[in-house]
Nanobody
Framework: QVQLIESGGGLVQAADSPRLSCAAS????????MAWFRQAPGREREFVAA????????YYADSVKGRFTISRDNAKNTVYLQMNSLKPEDTAVYYC???????????????WGQGTQVTVSS
């Protein structure tokens, strides 16, 4: 009954600053790493950002470093991705993920959301 539901995606312009949200239900993930991955057309799913359970040290892919910010609210069992300075190449389906190990690879995560489409137009 674990479910992760993303929201906040859609068609946006490069000047916009959307914030993606992912709310988890069915259990508490306070002690787990929460992360965002994305998959662009014709590409493999790639790591975007991750944040440990205590928010001590978030880490990012080089492609989004300095532009995106990941955060979490353990009381709400929710992870966020603030997206700034968007580029057309940011267009992708964005997935949230939760896992006890974390890291930059998919194998570190046990639970995945359905994904939300983000389309950036210049």
């Amino acid at each position: 009954q674990v479910q992760l539901i993303e929201s906040g995606g859609g068609l946006v312009q490069a000047a916009d600053s959307p914030r993606l949200s992912c709310a988890a239900s069915g259990r508490t993930f306070s002690s787990y790493t929460m992360a965002w991955f994305r998959q662009a057309p014709g590409r493999e799913r790639e790591f975007v950002a991750a944040i440990p359970w205590n928010s001590a040290s978030a880490y990012y892919a080089d492609s989004v470093k300095g532009r995106f910010t990941i955060s979490r609210d353990n009381a709400k069992n929710t992870v966020y991705l603030q997206m700034n300075s968007l580029k057309p190449e940011d267009t992708a389906v964005y997935y949230c993920a939760v896992g006890p190990r974390g890291g930059t690879r998919q194998l570190g995560y046990d639970y995945w959301g359905q994904g939300t489409q983000v389309t950036v137009s210049s």
